[in-house]
């Protein structure tokens, strides 16, 4: 039996080549030659794994149109598991992509339960300045709340028609204690992928959907949509690639919900420091002995942390990396080094959120609420 992957789960899959295996997820590395200038999470492969990249990568060396589409869920704050996606997404913006970004309120709603207007501010407050401020340009992406789109509703509806509880339930693993909103949430998910190809979008064209693997149920089941309904609306079946997802500060998975999992964009420097000071490292019993036979940087998220957002030099990486290794530097310099860097980062990201919530309000000013 497949194992599932559950999109709303809390813990992390511990072995990915098992589950691309079981689900026909190709490397990345076979499409990263081919890609000019490719993003540091692709160089360093924390973007592992694709359906049908070669689709997308084609309109980009063409230089034609193709989309990208990718949703926030405004359950709670937004760490930095969560900027591993916008940071895919300014690059795909640079690069002449369409931007379709979902604030996905009724997930949000039908999974954990927040309310309408609360997720609403979460979404505006929490994501969407931050997304300006990261460098993701809002007013050139299609931004909308599934709440509000009778599009989007409009479509899961009529997909509908053609997937059966057996499918559902065989992708995502539903029992007879599953909510009825849990079970009707998966075609909303569908329709928000697939709805960047309706003719009022500009047609059907490669589309693209950055994720971590905890969202691929919501892709195959997307894909095989695509195809039952290609000759009504030409669906494409949608790409996707899957980047590893960011272990929490003590090693397990990161959670909106887990104030002490994560560190927050709007974190203070005090807090940002207590919780690096108290991370999961993969430092030896002693000082002693790490010198003697180095760290483990590979067991370490305060390396993590480095690899996936701070240290974006190959070069200025692999010399950190090297220092742990031989010893030269032990557990505690190297959480002095990642405060200081972190605290550079949030500072900076601080004083440009404050200048892009008027970009942000233009944007909210072209939706009905």
Not at 39 to 49: A, C, D, E
Not at 226 to 251: I, V
Not at 257 to 278: C, R
């Amino acid at each position: 039996m497949m194992p599932w992957v559950d999109p709303w789960g809390t813990s992390i899959p511990p072995d990915y080549a098992k589950l691309m295996r079981e689900f026909g997820i190709r490397p990345f590395e076979d499409v990263l030659p081919r890609i000019p200038k490719p993003h540091h999470l692709m160089r360093r492969r924390v973007i592992f794994g694709h359906r049908d990249f070669e689709r997308v990568l084609d309109r980009i060396l063409e230089n034609q149109p193709y989309a990208v589409m990718t949703g926030l869920m405004p359950s709670g704050g937004m760490h930095m598991g969560h900027k591993l996606v916008i940071d895919q997404l300014i690059w795909y913006q640079r690069t002449g992509a369409e931007i379709f970004l979902c604030v996905a309120d009724m997930e949000a709603f039908s999974a954990r339960g927040v309310p309408y207007e609360k997720s609403r501010k979460i979404a505006i407050e929490e994501y969407l300045a931050n997304y300006e401020a990261l460098g993701l340009d809002l007013e050139k992406c299609n931004v909308y709340f599934q709440s509000k789109s009778p599009v989007v509703q409009a479509l899961a509806y009529s997909l509908a028609r053609k997937v059966n509880f057996s499918e559902v339930r065989a992708i995502y693993g539903f029992s007879g204690e599953t909510r009825l909103s849990h079970l009707y949430y998966p075609m909303i998910d569908v329709a928000d992928i697939l709805h960047p190809q309706l003719e009022t979008f500009g047609g059907p064209r490669p589309t693209v959907v950055p994720v971590g693997i905890d969202q691929d149920p919501h892709l195959r089941l997307a894909r095989d949509v695509a195809a039952k309904f290609h000759g009504e609306y030409g669906f494409l079946p949608p790409s996707s690639t899957y980047h590893r997802l960011m272990r929490s500060l003590d090693g397990k998975k990161m959670s909106s919900s887990n104030p002490k999992s994560a560190i927050f964009l709007t974190d203070s420097p005090s807090v940002v420091a207590e919780k690096i000071k108290n991370a999961f490292t993969g430092g030896r019993p002693t000082a002693r002995e790490q010198r003697e036979v180095g760290g483990r940087p590979d067991e370490c998220v305060v390396y993590e942390l480095c690899v996936y957002h701070l240290l974006t030099d190959d070069d200025d990486l692999l010399e950190f990396r090297r220092k742990c290794e031989s010893g030269e530097v032990i557990c505690g310099e190297c959480k002095q080094r990642v405060i200081e860097l972190m605290d550079k980062f949030l500072k900076s990201l601080g004083h440009k959120r404050k200048s892009a919530r008027s970009k942000v309000q233009r944007v909210l000013g072209r939706m009905e609420f």
